[in-house]
């Protein structure tokens, strides 16, 4: 049976659907039981036919779940169970407001917020990802913000990675609304006229986007950093007509997400009060899956995988260790956290990442 740690990170995935467009034509919820909780979720669909849910369980003790939707005609391990186990020795859990006066984790340890802001980071090249991250390693801070978005200002005018919208013809725009934020755009005196560029189709996710920022937020997670996303512009988003899906958001990337405007200066108690209830996930984001330890083709590797927030199945994760032995022995260089990461891209067949680092597959 699988296990995960009390506030740590369950995920359930089956595959369904995917003609048509997947993100607004089906759904999936999944309902988690224990004795003490049922909680019920909705599912995100992740691309190439695979829909997933993701749950934080508040007490430890047996649970079930159970998926259902019109995500597929007949659903793949529709029901199941697994164990919630006691938090390891750095899982400290929430974090909550303590007697109305200072900020604490839900086990009743002290917290103690030192944040850094990096807004743009995770559009960058990957060589200054990976600088960041290390920097961030070597430090004391607990707490970063940066932006989902792709941010265009003095300090970066690089073309990001990628758009987290795929390229279209301004679907899911509203075009009255859109002239009017035209005609309304405010402007200062030295500020760099840009065309704005409303290609994309606003109801189609880029995949491949969301997935970087999964992985990025997952080692957040490993070097001890918890992540809230301020989704800023809001008021922008909506004079341009556009919608986003602030239920969707969070359950796609696994952290809160809050709809900000910092130019009207809304959205920021919410903001500031979820940051102060915002779960510890690096002390407790850890899955920890069952092994059949006698077919592994990696001594230890249960214990092993109990360092990452994101674990997958144990024919998936010995793929990733095989891979990473052989990027380990050609690019001696590299950090294991790094070399995980990119064991992960090309078993998701990602090009650039295959021709950076050359190996016979």
Request: with cysteine; aromatic share 12%.
């Amino acid at each position: 049976m699988q296990q995960v740690e009390k506030w740590g990170l369950f995920e359930v995935s089956s595959r369904g659907k995917s003609d048509g467009n997947p993100f607004r034509d089906y759904g999936m919820t999944v309902t988690f039981k224990g004795e003490k909780e049922e909680i019920r979720v909705n599912g995100f669909y992740d691309g190439d036919g695979v829909y997933r849910a993701r749950f934080m369980p508040s007490y430890e003790g047996a649970y079930t779940y159970k998926v259902e939707g019109n995500f597929a005609d007949v659903i793949e391990n529709a029901e199941g169970a697994f164990e919630v186990v006691a938090p390891s020795e750095k899982n400290h859990g929430p974090v909550v407001v303590v007697d109305k006066t200072h900020l604490g984790y839900a086990d009743h340890t002290p917290y103690y917020s030192i944040g850094t802001t990096c807004y743009a980071w995770v559009n960058q090249p990957m060589k200054r990802q990976e600088q960041t991250l290390e920097t961030l390693k070597n430090n004391a801070f607990n707490k970063i913000r940066f932006c989902f978005f792709p941010k265009f200002y003095e300090f970066n005018r690089k073309e990001p990675l990628t758009y987290p919208f795929e390229r279209g013809n301004g679907e899911g725009l509203d075009p009255e609304r859109v002239e009017q934020e035209k005609s309304c755009r405010m402007r200062f005196p030295g500020m760099q006229e840009t065309e704005q560029d409303y290609g994309f189709d606003y109801t189609k996710p880029n995949v491949e986007h969301f997935r970087r920022y999964d992985m990025r937020i997952a080692q957040l997670m490993e070097l001890g950093i918890p992540v809230v996303m301020a989704v800023n512009m809001m008021d922008i988003v909506q004079e341009r007509g556009m919608e986003i899906d602030l239920h969707r958001l969070p359950e796609m990337l696994g952290i809160p997400c809050v709809p900000v405007s910092a130019r009207k200066k809304t959205g920021l108690e919410i903001l500031i009060h979820t940051v102060a209830h915002h779960q510890d996930k690096a002390q407790g984001e850890k899955i920890i899956h069952h092994h059949d330890l006698e077919k592994s083709q990696h001594e230890g590797v249960e214990e092993h995988h109990k360092r990452y927030a994101m674990v997958y199945s144990d024919e998936i994760e010995d793929k990733i260790d095989e891979i990473g032995e052989r990027l380990l022995k050609k690019y001696p260089e590299e950090t294991n956290e790094n070399l995980r990461w990119y064991a992960i891209k090309i078993l998701e067949n990602d090009q650039e990442i295959k021709e950076r680092f050359s190996l016979d597959f």
